[in-house]
């Protein structure tokens, strides 16, 4: 078994193979949301929440700040809750000038020791996904979260946490000034794109979040838990590459 048989057999593809022309061509699903789907408890009043509260720093104030002047603020924040829950900030990884951008929704136990996000079976998925693209963490990919503070027992994070957080990853963004934006699940879809919307009516369209292209795709840490959406995931990572490759 060769190394892209082995990747394909781990996201449950092998071997099914979908090419990337017919990727493209994938049809909005039908809503269809779910109580196992990461982001199902996040409403339509959380997100109008989350546009209006407090945020980080003032907000335009992060606006002027490089790299290490943001990764000092991110650890010294306390601006919401979660900060006296965690052992420490995740800021994110990667290449600071990637093509790519993928956004989690917050560090889960395993990143909040190590400090990085996406390193547990959750972050090997995800380090499988990208290798079937032929990606590599820290090498043109930058990863990130919504909040960088782990939420108490891995709950979603809480509409006034998001809107307090947000303006952390929008500096990280503008620093990076990636070509496209991958979504990792609902809580981050939802966040990035200011509205409440299910995974399925999101995934197979090409959306905008501040002049960058963004897709939407399952949470790896879903797709654990559902393995059977691991083919819709490769359809949608697929059509990524694709509008990277324009
Ligand atoms: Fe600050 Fe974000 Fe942590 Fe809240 S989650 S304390 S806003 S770094």
Same mark, same amino acid.
């Given at each position: 078994?060769?190394?892209?048989?082995?990747?394909? %057999?781990?996201?449950?593809?092998?071997? *099914?193979?979908?090419?990337?022309?017919?990727?493209? %061509?994938?049809?909005?699903?039908?809503?269809?949301?779910?109580?196992?789907?990461?982001g199902?408890?996040v409403?339509?009043?959380q997100i109008? *929440?989350a546009s209006?509260?407090?945020?980080?720093?003032?907000?335009?104030?992060?606006?002027?700040? @490089?790299?290490? +002047?943001?990764?000092?603020?991110?650890?010294?924040?306390?601006?919401?809750?979660?900060?006296? @829950?965690?052992?420490?900030?995740?800021? @994110?990884?990667?290449?600071?000038?990637?093509?790519?951008?993928?956004v989690g929704e917050g560090?889960?136990? =395993? +990143?909040?020791?190590?400090?990085?996000?996406?390193?547990? *079976?959750?972050?090997?998925?995800? =380090?499988?996904?990208?290798?079937?693209?032929?990606?590599?963490? @820290?090498?043109?990919?930058?990863?990130?979260n919504i909040v960088?503070?782990?939420?108490?027992?891995?709950?979603n994070p809480e509409a006034?946490e998001i809107a307090?957080c947000m303006?952390?990853l929008q500096?990280?963004? +503008?620093?990076?000034?990636?070509?496209?934006i991958?979504a990792l699940g609902k809580v981050a879809s939802n966040a990035l794109l200011g509205r409440e919307a299910?995974?399925?009516?999101?995934?197979?369209?090409?959306? =905008?979040y501040?002049?960058?292209?963004l897709?939407v795709?399952?949470?790896?840490?879903?797709?654990?838990?559902?393995?059977?959406?691991?083919?819709?995931?490769?359809? =949608?990572?697929?059509?990524?590459?694709?509008?990277?490759?324009?």
């Amino acid at each position: 078994m060769d190394r892209r048989e082995a990747i394909l %057999r781990e996201l449950n593809l092998y071997p *099914q193979w979908i090419s990337r022309a017919s990727a493209a %061509r994938i049809a909005p699903q039908p809503p269809a949301a779910t109580a196992t789907d990461p982001g199902a408890m996040v409403t339509a009043g959380q997100i109008q *929440q989350a546009s209006a509260a407090p945020a980080a720093g003032g907000g335009t104030e992060l606006g002027k700040l @490089g790299w290490a +002047e943001l990764k000092q603020r991110v650890r010294d924040c306390t601006v919401c809750k979660l900060r006296a @829950g965690c052992t420490q900030t995740v800021f @994110g990884v990667g290449d600071e000038k990637a093509d790519w951008l993928f956004v989690g929704e917050g560090p889960g136990a =395993d +990143e909040d020791i190590r400090g990085e996000p996406f390193v547990g *079976q959750a972050g090997k998925l995800l =380090d499988n996904m990208l290798m079937a693209i032929k990606l590599k963490r @820290g090498s043109n990919v930058y990863i990130a979260n919504i909040v960088k503070c782990r939420p108490p027992g891995n709950r979603n994070p809480e509409a006034d946490e998001i809107a307090a957080c947000m303006p952390y990853l929008q500096r990280q963004i +503008e620093l990076i000034q990636p070509k496209l934006i991958v979504a990792l699940g609902k809580v981050a879809s939802n966040a990035l794109l200011g509205r409440e919307a299910t995974l399925a009516s999101l995934r197979g369209k090409v959306h =905008d979040y501040r002049g960058v292209k963004l897709i939407v795709t399952y949470h790896p840490a879903y797709l654990l838990r559902s393995p059977a959406e691991k083919a819709k995931a490769w359809q =949608d990572l697929c059509m990524a590459v694709d509008i990277m490759n324009g």
